[in-house]
């Protein structure tokens, strides 16, 4: 069992940065894709970002290419986003998940519960 517990969210003018990190529990951390969703109010949850379980292997949306870092250390069991350039439209719930390759909502075995993001214009 894997608990994933998600911080570092908030609220930042638009060009600003956050970092929001996942803690993770559990031993199987370092074999298990991490990634970062995310739900806007009225919209579907959507694949933000995506890394390997080795770091090797990133995927971005390309709504966020060039903006958002994701990162893993697997010897603190945390994920994280490093988000700059921040855009009103990336205001949302932004949401931790651990699975198998390749992570989408489906394969997403383990959620956490959410972090909110709220980017001013």
């Known amino acids: 069992q894997v608990q994933l517990v998600e911080s570092g969210g908030g609220l930042v003018q638009a060009g600003g940065s956050l970092r929001l990190s996942c803690a993770a529990s559990?031993?199987?951390?370092?074999?298990?894709?991490m990634g970062w969703f995310r739900q806007a109010p009225g919209k579907e949850r959507e694949s933000v970002a995506r890394?390997?379980?080795?770091?090797?292997?990133?995927y971005y949306a390309d709504s966020v290419k060039g903006r958002f870092t994701i990162s893993r250390d697997n010897a603190k069991n945390t994920v994280y986003l490093q988000m700059n350039s921040l855009k009103p439209e990336d205001t949302a719930v932004y949401y931790c998940?651990?699975?198998?390759?390749?992570?989408?909502?489906?394969?997403?075995?383990?959620w956490g519960q959410g972090t909110q993001v709220t980017v001013s214009s």
């Open positions: 998940a651990a699975g198998r390759v390749p992570l989408t909502m489906t394969t997403a075995a383990y």
């Open positions: 559990g031993r199987t951390f370092r074999t298990l894709a």
């Open positions: 890394i390997s379980w080795s770091g090797g292997s990133t």
